[in-house]
């Protein structure tokens, strides 16, 4: 719960926290991402920027978590896995969803810095929280551009391998983890004992030759290649059922840091990589120890100059504070803590020459144009497209045909044209228009007024429609696994779909009529437009493609009107006074079934079948019951036994709200160690001040608090501060 926000407000964090949580879903669990490592990097330090400002937090907010969600539908997963390849091996072994894995010591996230004086004000705050004004020791590593993973150990042998989850509950895939390279199944401990239980923290990579390698075989089994090496190995580490051993052992496991069990003794951050190297692990190769943040600021620029030509992509130097005992005395935040951060590289450029822009059509019409470029690989991926986004981004940077540009990857996800290079424009390079017709079905394109984007307004436009039915058949939608492009396009050429509702009219015979499809192919295929017919309302909303409903969205939906009808005839005025729902997303929703069209699809889908469950719809003030109903908290400061979040869920679970400012109405403040400016606000402002005993007291309804007496010391860059 958080404070009332204006419309405009709520709209622009809510937009926020939506579009960083569905860019984080398709980098973590589907692999297949839409934005740059440093766009990405941009918007989530937009929303801290407008979090700090609002004073609010959202519940959901990407800022509150420290790496990728669980994936959230293992029996969608395993109907995915059954139909793979025949030439993935299938292991009896991996014949399972992934269990949930318990991080005993959290998996905590790095803050980044952008740039020069972003590194030093780092040291800075450093600095600061030791009261030193001397220099910091610090150890630098190149950043691997992998996936986390913790690999526990008991009496020396390797018993759970886990991704990083949320930072503090993963997903068991150990036996993926035995396939991969530097992943030892036991210890070695004669040059150094080991404890009972160690945990090793470590990156999941996979090599550039390696990677080049698997795209080479994948290509010669007529496989599709993969994008790039990161995502390559996530993907490959998060397979259930059917597993591509070749993919799985092209990895390799490089050693960072001990989550449990650090040898007695150890005192600096170094001593940890060397331990580790002791019991037999692989580790980040070409760290140093630098006396101070100039020694630091020197090696990042080495790095940065090898990056070129090392065999595993970097995207950045991670800088720890070297002793370990003024690590402890820095602290954490919840999820990332204040000892370490990523320098981050700046993204990989690349020349090369734009020999075509043609227009794409998509789901909703949107004609985008595309720059097919010359091939040129950028940090280790060749790249022949760039998304020109609409004719304001063209117009903006003059990008004409035959220009040659500047093209960046930051990360390892899609390009985008930095600039032209004026000086080398062919004489009779003209600018570039878009069509004034749609290049697929010929109508006439309009731009409502406000728009960037040019759009095809024919709903029957074949592009389109291909478009919407990949999208429903998508894995956040209907999961209808086997419905791919090569399908759906035979399915519109042969007239066998013009509507959405028609996947669900198709019999087995006329999919077995297709091109490369048997009976067996039809039979699977046949099967999950079955399954896909009993779905959830959220993933049925998500399936329709309304403009601006992602995954969030139409959860909150589904909750707040629990059936479908009820929200088909809501008002915009109704959607907007939702709390989570801003006007753009409320227009937009209004709009699609005020539609008769599109009612009548919605009426065609259940007369096929499609069906959903009734959710559980949530009444205003829901969940208000308990020993702190109507009660208003604010955090701050550090507390003994619960973490921030942990605190904000209990006293919410027990009826109250936690904000994130002082005010008159506040009930109580809730003060730890080292607490701050809120601290002195609600002195001035006469609010209660409790600690932590006395807020796990009201908690077991002991009744109301008194305030505390004792006042802790002021701090600095808490994140509700």
Request: negative net charge; contains cysteine.
């Amino acid at each position: 719960m958080t404070p009332r926000l204006g419309k405009e407000d709520k709209a622009r964090l809510r937009a926020m926290v939506d579009d960083l949580n569905r860019h984080a879903k398709l980098y973590y669990q589907k692999d297949a991402p839409e934005i740059t490592d440093a766009e990405y990097d941009l918007r989530f330090r937009a929303l801290k920027d407008l979090e700090s400002e609002l004073g609010v937090v959202l519940r959901d907010s990407p800022t509150r978590r420290v790496g990728a969600p669980l994936a959230e539908d293992v029996a969608a997963a395993e109907h995915r896995t059954a139909a793979q390849p025949a030439d993935e091996l299938s292991l009896e072994y991996a014949a399972r969803s992934f269990k949930p894995a318990e991080h005993r010591v959290p998996m905590l996230s790095l803050d980044n810095a952008m740039d020069e004086a972003e590194m030093r004000a780092f040291v800075e705050r450093v600095q600061k929280k030791l009261d030193r004004d001397g220099a910091i020791a610090l150890l630098g590593e190149p950043k691997l551009d992998g996936l986390g993973v913790e690999l526990v150990y008991e009496a020396g042998a390797l018993t759970v391998g886990s991704t990083r989850g949320d930072g503090r509950v993963g997903e068991d895939v150990t036996a993926n983890l035995r396939q991969v390279t530097g992943a030892p199944p036991v210890l070695r401990g004669e040059a150094l004992a080991f404890a009972e239980r160690v945990s090793v923290r470590g990156e999941v990579v996979m090599t550039l030759g390696g990677f080049e390698r698997l795209n080479k075989s994948r290509a010669a089994r007529g496989l599709e290649p993969f994008v790039n090496p990161r995502n390559a190995a996530a993907g490959a580490l998060r397979q259930l059922r059917a597993i591509d051993l070749e993919r799985l052992r092209a990895l390799e496991f490089r050693a960072y840091a001990i989550g449990e069990g650090a040898p007695t003794g150890v005192t600096r951050q170094r001593e940890i990589v060397e331990a580790l190297e002791a019991w037999g692990f692989a580790t980040i190769q070409n760290w140093r120890f630098c006396a101070d943040v100039e020694a630091a600021l020197a090696y990042y620029g080495e790095q940065l100059a090898l990056r070129a030509t090392l065999p595993i992509e970097i995207d950045g130097v991670v800088f720890m504070v070297d002793e370990l005992a003024l690590q402890r005395d820095i602290g954490e935040l919840a999820s990332r803590p204040r000892w370490a951060i990523a320098f981050k590289f700046p993204p990989h450029q690349e020349t090369t020459i734009i020999q075509e822009i043609v227009a794409s059509v998509g789901r909703t019409g949107a004609i985008t144009p595309v720059a097919k470029l010359q091939p040129v690989k950028v940090g280790g991926v060749t790249v022949s497209n760039a998304s020109l986004h609409n004719q304001g981004e063209i117009d903006r940077k003059d990008v004409r045909v035959g220009d040659t540009v500047v093209i960046q990857r930051a990360g390892d996800v899609i390009p985008q044209i930095v600039r032209v290079v004026d000086r080398d424009r062919p004489e009779r390079a003209a600018a570039y228009k878009l069509p004034g017709e749609c290049p697929v079905c010929g109508t006439e394109v309009v731009r409502a007024e406000g728009d960037a984007v040019t759009r095809c307004p024919n709903r029957a436009c074949l592009a389109k429609l291909k478009n919407r039915l990949l999208h429903l058949a998508g894995r956040g939608a209907l999961d209808i696994d086997g419905l791919g492009e090569k399908i759906v396009t035979q399915l519109l050429e042969r007239g066998l779909v013009t509507a959405l509702p028609d996947v669900f009219a198709i019999d087995e015979a006329t999919l077995a009529g297709l091109e490369r499809m048997g009976e067996k192919s039809a039979a699977k295929l046949m099967a999950a437009i079955e399954r896909a017919k009993n779905t959830t309302l959220p993933r049925f909303l998500i399936a329709l493609g309304i403009p601006e409903v992602g995954e969030n969205a139409a959860e909150l939906l589904a909750s707040q009107f629990g059936e479908l009808d009820a929200l088909i005839n809501a008002s915009a005025e109704q959607l907007t006074a939702i709390d989570g729902v801003g006007p753009v997303i409320a227009e937009r929703v209004a709009h699609y079934f005020a539609d008769e069209e599109h009612r009548a699809e919605v009426a065609r889908f259940r007369a096929l079948g499609v069906r959903w469950p009734a959710v559980a719809r949530r009444e205003p003030g829901a969940g208000a019951e308990g020993p702190l109903a109507g009660k208003t908290f604010v955090l701050t400061g550090t507390l003994q036994t619960l973490s921030r979040f942990a605190a904000q869920e209990r006293i919410e679970a027990a009826g109250g709200s936690v904000t994130g400012q002082v005010s008159k109405k506040s009930s109580y403040v809730v003060a730890g160690e080292a607490a701050g400016s809120k601290l002195r606000k609600a002195t001035e402002l006469g609010v209660a001040v409790i600690d932590e005993a006395q807020l796990l007291a009201l908690l077991s309804g002991g009744g109301d608090a008194p305030r505390a007496e004792k006042e802790p010391e002021a701090e600095q860059g808490k994140l509700f501060e």
